[in-house]
């Protein structure tokens, strides 16, 4: 039985690095608090009497030995960056319950057949260098070295630069650590489990996702000697891409989800006319077919919009990441799991993405998770009540260990 | 007669204070580029062998004394600060033409019967503290002194503090130093003169400004777990706030311009709904009459809008300034100057605000408009030839020697 009081304390030590006054965590990937927050990874898994790798993207892979270490470690894990104005379980939950799953069985003298171990993915929130789930997309081959490495933050610093500052750029290369499995606990991130007073959600699958950024040119002028009827105004056609791409939504409704979440505006004065936008898009659907049509909108809505601007632009492709059905034996171990603990659990599509995505391309995957109350997420006041963690972590141990025992 | 060469010869100089590869610069007020071009036009003055005083808002004036010294100053002068993103023309060309003049009578060992005065006044383009024509507001007792002082940038320094921290806080308080009549020489900033072949455009007045600030505060949600039913997105009120703005100047074509200029987004990431916007409102027009009007427009779109978008916010006035007709003996030393000279003009009415507009209060006061190449400014190719330049210093000397023997 795991200790939840043991799992609240990291919860809330590590909160302190990059943690805001809101309650919050600001400790955006590859950053100085990402740095910090690693250091107590690997001095935390040092201790628990882990070994310790890194990869070419900063992924942090700590192994516990199995009677069998020819066998193909059983992953738990997820991420410790955060969103610039994040909460405090998003992604550290997972890592965080990993550790504790194994401070846990060093307590019990126990020893799995296989080898555990639990993994820290680099870039997974994608807010500094998008897309999302950068590290483990890379692990997993879906994007090259050079892609990872060349992606770059709104100040142009590049993820392969910002990895070496911070001295955590390892030598593995993609899929150079074995997985035999992954199980990746964490907040539900939405309202269902909560309104429906479930505790634990058995993860069936990841609904798909794809990114764009969007992009106006128009002429920056004066705002007060420029007349209406010569202007090139490049925020005009970018409200009506942020109305356009809430319509497509709607036009789906209920399971679609499309938001444009980040505006640059240049030169961004009172009294400048804006000369450049740049906007990112993001649109999900449980159904890929669905995301497909919402992409084909979202591509004549824009040049519609263009069109009758006066102004020029682009619309790029960002990310496209299929929606994804999590592995039937994965899934059953969460489910015994949940009902040997007498926990309540229903089974749920996740709304967001998350690294699991890319290594159940790898080796069966699955995920769990926990309540978010008020369904909130990516925000300072982001909260999953402690027996809550404590009963998703207990899930993850005897997930991992009726896993391992098949 | 001036020296063109010369007057160009200092723009192009104090160009590189803040210059910008793209042929702009970019010297915010009281940022450490305004510091250095302050030191430059204070030892210009100093070797022209003017005296140089400066007040509580750091506004600089250098004074060359007359024949009778108990005559208030005729001043010339306008602004050394530009946009984050602007031209080598806009405030500077006025304030060296200044400088121009005072050199050119130097040379001629010209004395006038009126001290002669070249300011520099602080904080016109109102980009990094709002509003606008801050330093000249405060020394006309528009804006009180703790009002001024309070002001804040987007980082959150005051105005007090980074004049403080250039070490260019004066201890002259508002209409400390006598003014005479003020002449501002500018480029036009618009389209007209060029349109029309003009060499002089003859400011008569200056349309009425308004500025507002709008916010919107909804809630920060993940983009891909949170359902469109449950969101409360700030983007999608300021985006229908952008077109109401827009919409409000066509409804009052050809004169009214509207414009939001400035967007800020929190947190402003990929993957989660906009939580807060903030933006800028900039609304002109001619008649004061119609600027009420928009003025009622604007805020009945905003609580329109307000009202159908689920989320909270309002709508704060920063700065209202009537439209100003400028004094007639100073047009007619205008108008006067440029026929001698053998220039071709017209009257106008300036779309952008400047100093001269709260001088105006104060004292005698007009302008000088120079043609701006494609009507453009506030942006890096901002473009005022060579002889147009020096032909505006000569109808600056003109104008205030002709003014000066009345
Ligand atoms: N779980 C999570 O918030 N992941 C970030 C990627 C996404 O936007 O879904
Ligand atoms: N002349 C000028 O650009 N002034 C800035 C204030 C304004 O926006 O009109």
Known sequence: KIRGERLWDSLMETAQIGGTPDGGIRRLTLSEEDARVRAWFQAAVAAAGM???????????????????????????????????????????????????????????????????????????????????????GFAGVYSVDQVNGRRDSEGISFGDALEAIG?????????QPIGAMFELHIEQGPILEAEGKD???????????????????????????????????LLPAADLIRAVDAIAHA?????????????????????IPGEVR?????????????????????????????????????TPVSDVAAVAFDPDCIRAVRDAAERSGLSAREIVSGAGHDAVHIARLAPTTMIFVPSAGGLSHNPAESTAFEECAAGAQVLLDAVLGYDRR
Not at 252 to 260: E, F, G, I, Q, R
Not at 286 to 310: N, T
């Open 51 to 137: 070994t310790l790798s890194h990869d070419l993207f900063g992924n942090m892979f700590a192994v516990r030995p199995g009677k069998n270490n020819a066998l193909p470690p059983i992953a738990m894990g997820s991420h410790l960056d955060t969103q610039p104005t994040g909460g405090k379980f998003d992604g550290v939950l997972g890592v965080l319950a990993g550790l504790e799953v194994i401070r846990t069985l060093n307590d019990a003298g126990l020893e799995t057949e296989a080898p555990l171990m639990v993994v820290n993915w680099t870039n997974e929130e994608g807010s500094r260098f998008s897309p999302a789930m950068l590290g483990s997309g």
């Open 168 to 176: 955590w750029r390892g030598d593995l290369p993609p899929k150079g």
């Open 200 to 234: 634990i959600g058995i993860v069936t699958g990841v609904q798909g996702l794809r990114w764009y950024e969007a992009v106006f040119e128009g002429r920056a002028a004066h705002t007060g000697s420029t007349p209406m009827a010569l202007r090139k105004n490049a």
């Open 252 to 272: 789906h409704a209920p399971d679609a989800v499309a938001t444009v979440g980040h505006v640059s505006v240049s030169p961004n004065s009172n009294n400048v």
């Open 279 to 315: 906007l990112t898009v993001d649109m999900r659907h449980p159904k890929d077919a669905v995301l497909a049509a919402m992409d084909a909108e979202l591509h004549s809505a824009f040049a519609r919009i263009l069109a009758g601007s006066g102004v020029s632009g682009g619309l």
